[in-house]
């Protein structure tokens, strides 16, 4: 269980993360969303233990997340940072197998075989006819999928992911969260996601939070949350909400941009190029 009680971060005496107070007690997928700049990665940030709050304490398991020992809190909470891996030489499978460090002894042993998880993390991500590739000569969605699966083998209770779609076209971006969604069901885990297209967490989450200005919004079920007023009062922008057959789940279809832009560009201003020899 993640709990926060009035969370508030400040960084540079601007305060990105305001009063925040929820709750992830059940196993599912919980999806964070909201505008750029919203405070999303931070109120990651303070999730995983990476930041401290000004005020308020984020618990995990009802202790304060600051507490836990780095090896007792990677063996409960695994994140993939914005962004995912860097394009370093280490073959895939190596890095893959880099997310067993928590249950490791001092000379990188374990007392039962880890190869099954990695074999198991590479399929589902499918690199298995990658995984002796070194990661700089992998796409960025490709190097995407190899720190899901470095965080799958690391077989956390709790998995925090900032942005994890980042790189990934339609096709691949649907079967990461489908991936994701079924191990979640299967573990039992908590599932807590950063995601910026609306449709997509409407399809894979079970709840959403809803983030503006570093604020809490609104929060529940997809159905509940993604409505043409929270679109226009959050995201400025304008569209229409239709209902899946299958589950009723809501998708958002944009109009073009205009009135509803915060600041929109005076036609008047704008300069256009001659056509060359004019």
Not at 28 to 37: D, F, H, T, V, W
Not at 71 to 81: E, N, P, S, W, Y
Not at 214 to 234: E, F, H, N, W
Not at 253 to 261: D, F
């Amino acid at each position: 269980m993640i709990e926060a009680k009035q969370v508030s971060l400040a960084i540079d005496h601007s305060t990105v993360v305001n009063q925040m107070t929820f709750t992830f007690s059940k196993p599912g997928m919980y999806g964070i969303i909201g505008p750029n700049g919203a405070g999303k990665t931070s109120l990651l940030r303070l999730m995983s233990g990476a930041a401290q709050p000004s005020s308020g304490k984020i618990l995990l398991h009802g202790k304060p997340i600051g507490g836990y020992p780095r090896k007792t809190l990677a063996r409960t909470m695994a994140v993939l940072q914005q962004g995912g891996l860097p394009p370093v030489g280490f073959s895939v499978r190596d890095t893959v197998a880099m997310g067993r460090f928590a249950y490791q002894g001092w000379f990188g042993d374990e007392r039962e075989d880890p190869t099954p998880l990695i074999e198991s993390a590479l399929s589902r991500m499918g690199l298995t006819e990658l995984q002796h590739r070194p990661l700089d000569r992998l796409s960025g969605g490709e190097r995407q999928r190899a720190a899901l699966a470095q965080i799958m083998v690391q077989n956390p209770l709790i998995m925090l992911l900032d942005e994890p779609t980042t790189y990934l076209d339609i096709g691949y971006q649907l079967q990461l969260l489908e991936t994701v969604h079924a191990w979640q069901r299967e573990r039992g885990m908590i599932v807590v996601a950063v995601l910026h297209d609306l449709n997509l967490a409407s399809l894979y989450c079970d709840q959403l939070l809803v983030m503006k200005d570093g604020s809490l919004y609104a929060s529940g079920k997809p159905r509940d949350v993604i409505t043409k007023g929270l679109v226009r009062d959050v995201y400025h922008a304008d569209a229409e909400v239709i209902y899946t057959e299958e589950g009723g789940t809501p998708q958002i279809v944009l109009h073009r941009a205009g009135r509803l832009l915060k600041e929109p560009f005076p036609s008047d201003r704008i300069q256009f190029m001659q056509p060359i020899g004019r």
